[in-house]
């Protein structure tokens, strides 16, 4: 309740302040609404965010599938730690930018370029989260899962998988956060749709009201997949725990 | 001393077992020990606790392969373990923590009549991690004899348990060892669980452990009720203590 009276404040305020300066540089909400239904009507919205979410989906599986296979190598094992190590640094140093230029530069002003350049910014995060989770995966139900001779894929969903649920879900928090705020440089720089390439434009139009527009309908997005996805997972995951006192 | 026409499930010859960390001087903590268990029997290791029964059943198991010696298990055999803590998936439910290892074991039977032996069929649907230790105690012991194992190694499973459940797990151990099938081995600090239970003990004692003292205990199991139980393990502790003092001077 205090949080939507809060938000109503905050419209408000914007309200107020969008009449008060009456510049096309500050729209009000009304005019942004007006903005988002157009858009909505003509396909334009749903066709630029879907755009943008399909990158989002496919950089941050393709950064999750391999930054978890290298996560679980480095935690079990010293020497692939020791190895893998310093690009990890490098990886986790580089900056984003940095990334999709070379993407871009190296692989051409392509989606594999888009796609690789985000992935790659994602995945020595979800490596360091594995790589301490796996670390912390106890010998002592291993040895059960040996004397029982259960087998590998039992292993992995019954023992592992659940000792790693607090990282992964760590990183699948933290990963869906930045990686979209990633996906939106990428298209600005280098694509032809998309949130990114939409604000790009109208940024060199000073289209203020396409530019609220298109902020909001993503975060709204952005709010409703961690409402709707993140959070009910992670209970689902964390069921088993005793309610915490 | 072998049974004749028994087969083997488990010979152990350790001549001896050492540890060691990068910080400390290796100790070597067992040495000389030799152990065969076949089906049908029940073997008791029985000493103070850090004598080396726990390492003797991870040897056993298979678990630590780091010593001097040998294993030799029967290739077809099933093995089963009760760790001296449960060890259950905490965030599996009970019912699935057993039904985990059967599935493994591509035993088909019915979970519920373990749930039913081992008094936690009303259990069933908690999580392993919301139990008591009794309880979880139960669930470890039901899911080590659902998978029917040929060799079940147990390691201190009755310690903590208060009466009634330590009596009635100790009923079901006796139900197993008089089938005839199962080879156990129970490592125990209690000599009159020993007693009761087994038909041979092994003394550990010195350092490093060696066996001081082998017992046979040849009267059935059904024969045994209490006063013969503590005759018995005030005669045998008589024998443990000489043993020891032999082994001293």
Same mark, same amino acid.
């Given at each position: ?15 107020? #302040? #969008? ?24 396909? /334009? ?90 670390? #912390?995966?106890? #010998? ?83 709010? /409703? ?21 | ?76 055999? !099933? ?7 449960? %060890? ?11 039904? @985990? ?9 019915? @979970? ?50 208060? +009466? ?5 797990? !100790?009923?079901?151990? %006796? ?23 087994? +038909? %041979? ?39 443990? !203590? ?8």
């Amino acid at each position: 309740m205090i949080r939507i009276l809060s938000l109503a404040v905050l419209i408000v305020l914007w309200t107020v #302040a #969008a009449a008060a300066v009456h510049s096309p540089l500050l729209p009000g909400p009304a005019a942004v609404a007006e903005a988002l239904v157009r858009d909505s009507r003509s396909l /334009a919205l749903p066709y630029h965010l879907a755009c943008t979410l399909l990158r989002v989906v496919v950089a941050f599986a393709i950064a999750f599938l391999l930054g978890l296979a290298a996560g679980f190598a480095m935690g079990k094992s010293a020497l692939v730690d020791r190895i893998g190590d310093p690009w990890l640094v490098i990886l986790l140093n580089l900056p984003a930018l940095v990334t999709i230029i070379l993407a871009y530069i190296w692989v051409g002003l392509n989606e594999t370029a888009a796609i690789a350049a985000v992935a790659l910014n994602k995945f020595p995060n979800v490596v360091v989260l594995t790589r301490e989770g796996t670390r #912390a995966l106890s #010998a002592e139900l291993e040895e059960v899962a040996e004397v029982f001779c259960l087998s590998w894929p039992t292993r992995i969903r019954h023992i592992v998988l659940p000792q790693l649920a607090p990282y992964l879900a760590a990183a699948f928090r933290s990963g869906i956060s930045i990686i979209w705020k990633i996906v939106l440089v990428v298209e600005l720089i280098g694509r032809p749709n998309g949130v990114g390439f939409v604000l790009g434009s109208a940024f060199s139009l000073f289209d203020m009201v396409t530019i609220f527009a298109y902020s909001f309908a993503f975060i709204a997005i952005m709010l /409703a997949v961690e409402s709707l996805l993140v959070q009910p997972l992670e209970r689902n995951a964390s069921r088993w725990r005793r309610k915490a006192a | 001393m072998q049974v004749a026409g028994a087969e083997k499930l488990l010979e152990l010859r350790v001549d001896s077992k050492v540890y060691g960390s990068a910080a400390s001087a290796p100790v070597e903590v067992l040495r000389d020990f030799t152990l065969g268990i076949a089906a049908g029997s029940f073997a008791t290791l029985v000493g103070p606790s850090g004598c080396g029964k726990t390492t003797i059943l991870r040897m056993a198991a298979g678990l630590d392969r780091d010593f001097r010696g040998e294993r030799q298990i029967l290739r077809s055999a !099933r093995v089963a373990m009760v760790f001296q803590e449960p %060890r259950l998936l905490p965030w599996r439910t009970v019912e699935d923590n057993i039904r @985990i290892a059967m599935h493994a074991a591509s035993m088909a039977g019915d @979970i519920g009549e373990w749930l039913d032996r081992f008094d936690i069929a009303d259990q069933r649907q908690k999580y392993a991690g919301e139990l008591s230790l009794g309880q979880a105690r139960r669930v470890a012991m039901a899911r080590a004899m659902s998978i029917g194992p040929d060799l079940l190694l147990l390691d201190e499973p009755l310690v903590s348990l208060d +009466d009634v459940v330590a009596a009635r797990l !100790r009923g079901e151990l %006796r139900t197993i060892a008089d089938g005839g099938k199962v080879g156990i081995l129970l490592a125990t600090h209690d000599l009159a669980e020993a007693v009761e239970l087994s +038909d %041979r003990l092994l003394f550990l004692g010195g350092k490093p452990a060696r066996v001081i003292l082998e017992r046979r205990l040849s009267i059935p199991r059904s024969h045994r009720d209490r006063n013969t139980v503590s005759a018995l393990v005030e005669e045998i502790r008589a024998q443990a !203590r000489s043993a020891r003092n032999d082994d001293r001077s």
